[in-house]
């Protein structure tokens, strides 16, 4: 998600009116995007299957011999390690049913009693506790087989979800209120918890992190910055300010000092001159754009044109053909 910006009096300003026009189509791209990542089954093994009984669900071989017997009332495939399994049980204070989660190695053996609530990823399940009135999160890599104890606010992991990262050895975790970076694998601290916020998470070996002074706007761009696995400050050229997420290239928008926008690559180098009033990240590494007339086009990340900005209106959706076919009709605003 792009921080919106417009040129106004010289400065670089938030603009909310816009990001409100877009939100519709980008919502409508990020609803398929989740759907795609969290409904395909991730690194299933193909050894061990499910079978259902008696509306209860269990784990069988190839050959349909029980490995486990049918007593969850709902699972998942296997990663690599694991298998993410949930009881219904009765709350013995409201009388409501509860569903609890658990994770269970190929032998039918627990490895996370059904106690947590579990959110199954592309590269982890978020495990959350609930305790008292602190909801702490950890996560069980699929993997490698670690398993980090819910001890962080928030755990984030190859975010944003629509982008499809690849897997980072680095994933963000967020505690006393800030954000820093575990190595993946061991749970141990990379990179400090002294970030405001992330917009985007590593790729291409760099992070989008908002670094915020005293009595500083998480709003203003100036504060947001890329930072390399060791947390250094990444730089580019003309002094221009990255201002989205990276395209799976490693490409970002960037702008100028007077709100302009164009593209960078993340080692600093300028691959679009600033020349555009709005542009937004869109999918399979293509940047929506907005001239000064108001009209929309489209170029690759690289700065090729594909479409012509001759469009009043853009609403994306999941897949790029589809994109080019709603550019090539004219909607009214709605």
């Not at 909801?135 to 606010?153: A, C, I, N, T």
């Not at 575990?182 to 760099?206: C, H, I, Q």
Request: aromatic fraction near 16%.
């Amino acid at each position: 998600m792009l921080l919106y910006i417009r040129c106004q009096n010289g400065q670089l300003n938030h603009c909310k009116e816009h990001a409100e026009r877009l939100f519709i189509g980008f919502s409508l791209f990020f609803l398929f995007s989740m759907v795609f990542v969290f409904s395909a089954p991730l690194a299933a093994a193909e050894d061990i299957i499910l079978y259902e009984e008696n509306d209860l669900w269990g784990y069988e071989d190839k050959d349909g011999i029980p490995v486990t017997e049918a007593k969850w009332n709902d699972a998942h495939d296997f990663s690599r390690y694991a298998a993410f399994v949930s009881y219904d049980r009765e709350s013995d204070r409201n009388q409501e049913t509860r569903s609890l989660d658990g994770l269970i190695d190929r032998d039918g053996n627990y490895i996370l009693w059904p106690v947590y609530d579990i959110e199954e990823e592309a590269y982890i399940y978020r495990v959350f506790l609930n305790d008292y009135d602190e909801r702490l999160v950890g996560y069980f890599d699929k993997d490698s087989g670690f398993y980090q104890e819910p001890v962080y606010e928030r755990i984030l992991d190859s975010f944003p979800y629509y982008q499809h990262y690849p897997k980072s050895s680095l994933i963000a975790a967020k505690q006393n209120g800030y954000w820093g970076f575990l190595f993946r694998e061991n749970g141990e601290v990379a990179v400090p918890f002294v970030y405001e916020d992330v917009m985007a998470t590593f790729s291409s070996g760099f992070a989008f992190v908002c670094i915020l002074p005293d009595g500083g706007n998480p709003m203003d761009i100036t504060n947001w910055c890329y930072i390399d696995e060791s947390g250094e400050r990444l730089s580019f050229e003309s002094g221009v300010q990255p201002c989205s997420e990276p395209s799976k290239n490693g490409v970002v928008i960037v702008a100028d000092c007077a709100g302009a926008l164009g593209l960078a690559s993340l080692d600093g180098k300028i691959i679009v001159e600033p020349q555009y009033p709005l542009m937004e990240m869109s999918y399979e590494d293509t940047v929506l754009f907005e001239d000064s007339n108001e009209l929309w086009g489209l170029m690759t990340d690289m700065g090729d044109i594909l479409v012509e900005p001759v469009y009043k209106t853009v609403y994306e959706v999941a897949y790029p053909d589809e994109i080019l076919q709603l550019m090539q009709r004219d909607y009214e605003v709605w």
